[in-house]
């Protein structure tokens, strides 16, 4: 260094780039941590040859270690969006008459299940699924461009864990004992996690983040994400796969309204195909969903219909606790009938407003991609309770609808909104690629 000059110092980075790589890094962590809980259950698998009990144990440290990461992303989320909405001049917090009586009657349904006698560990699973709509809530007021690097930087530090499940899963079909069935293509895989359907369900869920972030080679990382979910023989994961393609393709041609019947054509084809034993692996007459949803429902009594049976009932955690053979150990697999279950008419009421804020508050492009996806794993999966493709969701659905506030303005940073943004000469690389995303 010439003597009698300063020493270079490093430009900072942008005050919207460290908020996204700090939510992106903490994201990223609650992930991983979600991975290496499960893979204690899928190594065994794997060596043992055999499903292990319903009670076999996860790493129970990390595992409360990711819960309680996971509530801290979300109480900095929310004391973010107060510091958003006080800038712009607004109430820190404004809640709806909707919002305030949907408190009152989560309140009622938890004095009901702790009166009822049913466990802490059991209510506090079906609590924790309110974690993810408030995440999604807060990450909505996030401003566009931080918006869209969350989304690129999460679609950057995913790539090893889904190189990893891909290779593992094609190691477990090429030798692994068909211990959830046999496919054409050979045992049905489950990666690092629980069960083949949370591969699937995650695979499906990281091939969103990339369709709606666009980053470099997009298309590439999307193909693999949804051919590891397709060889899991998981039907849920295949039709998932169809609707991301679908929407791609539909999203692109005119006068999409005659699509709907050649569609619904598709989807009772693919219907018929995924149910048989050769696909999915195992024949699905009499131990359906369907089938498991009647039984169920035929067994909740007429005075619980409104406020169900109490929090976490129909969730997973009742089977690990109770046992298969116990009457409270049954897994709705469905996270609305879980949510209807737990909360009873209210739980309908907080799963039909998630549904309708998305429509009305993402894209028209992420719509398409996010709106019929979501809900299909909504419907079949117990998707809250699904690690990590319920975190990921969250993310991609909630960068997809932020709301455009002034909270960049005090970094200096110009919020653009994003169904304009990709005509905004301004962005370039990949902050244009990902807002195209949001915005297409």
Same mark, same amino acid.
């Given at each position: 260094m010439t003597p009698g000059l300063p020493r270079a110092r490093r430009a900072k980075r942008p005050a919207a780039d460290l908020v996204a790589r700090r939510y992106a890094?903490?994201? *990223?962590?609650?992930? *991983?941590?979600?991975?290496v809980t499960s893979l204690p259950r899928a190594l065994f698998m794997m060596q043992a040859g055999s499903v292990p009990p319903e009670t076999f144990a996860n790493v129970g440290a990390l595992q409360y270690v990711r819960e309680g990461a996971l509530l801290v992303l979300a109480a900095v989320a929310v004391n973010h969006m107060i510091l958003i909405r006080r800038r712009a001049g607004r109430r820190a917090l404004q809640f709806s008459p909707l919002a305030v009586f949907i408190g009152v009657l989560v309140l009622v349904a938890l004095v009901r299940s702790a009166l009822a006698g049913i466990s802490f560990e059991v209510i506090s699973y079906g609590v924790r699924i309110l974690v993810f709509p408030l995440l999604y809530i807060a990450l909505r007021w996030l401003d566009g461009g931080i918006a869209s690097s969350l989304l690129q930087r999460i679609s950057r530090y995913a790539k090893p864990l889904i190189v990893v499940e891909a290779l593992l899963a094609a190691y477990q079909v090429a030798t692994a004992a068909g211990l959830y069935g046999t496919t054409f293509l050979? &045992?049905? &895989?489950?990666? *690092?996690?629980?069960? &083949?359907?949370s591969l699937a369900a995650a695979m499906v869920a990281f091939a969103l983040l990339y369709t709606v972030a666009r980053p470099k080679r997009w298309a590439l990382w999307m193909t693999l994400c949804l051919a590891v979910a397709f060889i899991t023989g998981s039907r849920t994961g295949t039709l998932g796969t169809l609707l991301i393609i679908g929407a791609l393709v539909a999203y692109r041609i005119p006068y999409r309204a005659l699509l709907l019947p050649f569609g619904a054509g598709i989807v009772v084809v693919a219907l018929y195909v995924l149910s048989s034993a050769s696909f999915s692996g195992r024949e699905i007459r009499g131990e359906g969903r369907f089938d498991q949803w009647l039984l169920i429902l035929s067994g909740v009594p007429l005075d619980d219909w409104f406020f169900g049976l109490g929090i976490g009932m129909g969730s997973n955690a009742t089977l690990s606790l109770y046992g298969r053979d116990h009457v409270a150990g049954t897994v709705a697999d469905s996270q609305l009938l879980s949510t209807y279950l737990s909360f009873g008419v209210v739980g309908v009421v907080i799963i039909l407003w998630a549904v309708v804020a998305i429509i009305r508050k993402t894209p028209l492009r992420a719509a398409y991609l996010l709106v019929p996806t979501t809900i299909l794993l909504g419907a079949v999966y117990n998707i809250g309770e699904v690690a990590p493709a319920n975190l990921v969701l969250t993310v991609?659905?909630?960068?997809?609808?932020?709301?455009?506030? *002034?909270?960049?303005?005090?970094?200096?940073?110009q919020t653009v909104d994003p169904e304009l943004s990709h005509r905004?000469?301004?962005?370039?690389? &990949?902050?244009r690629r990902s807002a195209q995303g949001l915005a297409r």
């Open positions: 890094v903490a994201a *990223t962590l609650i992930v *991983t941590l979600g991975l050979g &045992p049905r &895989p489950w990666g *690092t996690m629980p069960t &083949p359907n991609v659905a909630a960068c997809a609808a932020q709301r455009h506030s *002034t909270s960049a303005g005090s970094a200096g940073e905004s000469p301004a962005r370039s690389g &990949p902050a």
